[in-house]
């Protein structure tokens, strides 16, 4: 099973996930882009690079989410083939839930600096790839770790906690992310059941 927690096959043109209808489209509400499109959403591979370093500095320490070394790898064979990235396995969910991650750590003057655009821009760019991503990878059937994984970035950078429990969005917030979390558990249950409790073993 492809995932990137311990090192395990990060080619960008991994198989992907098996062609289940996907429901997964309801958890979003956004309207999601076809491939062509989401391919656009991607930074140059420059860019590419920086992302995953401001991940692995500023936000990967604190969640301890992902296995860098395998990650970094992921995205030198990804920037290589940026339009032969494939949609349909973990490898752009976990791209997309990364970049967005990496946006939420840095400042709006940061985010000017390093990619001469905004920081609200950068945050909805990723976070349409991440959802199109998402759902793209079949999420509610998938049976790879790497997506669950990708999910999991997603939930914590894009709802974090001390901004959900305050303001006068805090109900809505807190129903987003009850319905993602929800998600999250069917699947982790699902996924465990489906391959017979491997997926857990460390």
Sequence with gaps: MDDVSDGGDVS?????STGYTSHTSILFGAS???????????????????????????????????????????????????HDIPSGNYVEPVLFAMYYAAITALTPEECLQYFQD?????LARYRMGAETALVNADLLNTTELGTVQALVIFIVSRFPFTSILRGPRSRCGLRILGTVNTALFLT?????????????ER
Excluded: W
């Design 12 to 16: 960008p043109t991994s198989t992907p």
């Design 188 to 200: 982790c249950e699902s996924l465990y059941v489906m391959t017979g409790g491997r997926s857990c």
């Design 32 to 82: 999601l882009l076809p491939s062509r499109e989401l391919r656009l959403l991607h930074h140059s591979s420059d860019h590419m690079f920086l992302l995953c370093d401001i991940y692995a500095r500023q936000f990967e320490p604190m969640f301890k989410l992902m296995h860098v070394p395998t990650l970094r790898k992921l995205v030198t064979n990804a920037a290589a083939n940026i």
């Design 118 to 122: 905004g920081r609200e821009l950068l």
